[in-house]
């Protein structure tokens, strides 16, 4: 019967242990509770999103597209080329509005060696429509340039030359 105590006491003593056990390594794993909200995003500190170049977001996190740059407003004009023959020296450059009214010719006087390097002339606007850029070309130094005048074809002006090598007008801003 001593035997038999000491069994049932060691076996309790075990049954305590597993249990005392089992307790102790129990993870309780709790979801967070109540309604989270993620801080918003800035252009410095990640957020709901990520802010790129063009975009804005307020305070309460709402993101939007910037404004556009209107200190120079849209100038409702085209800039295009009149060719009368096939050669350099017969184009006119002319501006017009969107819908082809109000067509104007833009006198250029190049100097007598020089005409407009390819057909069609690469020609663009300044971003206030004040000033034209466009391309020449003198055969006899085999020089380009990049010329500059008022709208009205007055004040031609070099802007850049080279002999060495080949210049390409891109655009004006």
Known sequence: MKKLL????????FSIS???FQLSCKKEAVAQTGSYVLHPATTSALGGVIVGSGLNINNSGVLSVAARDTSVPQLGKLLFVEL???LPDQQTICTSNYDGTGKVKIPISLPTSREFRSIPVHATLSPDG???FFEAYEGSTQTYFIYSCSIN????????SSSKNLIGLMNAY
């Open 84 to 86: 009368s023959g096939g």
């Open 6 to 13: 000491m069994g049932s006491f060691v076996l309790t003593i």
């Open 18 to 20: 597993l249990l005392i």
């Open 130 to 132: 004040k000033m034209l």
């Open 153 to 160: 074809g007055s004040n031609l002006q070099i802007v850049h």
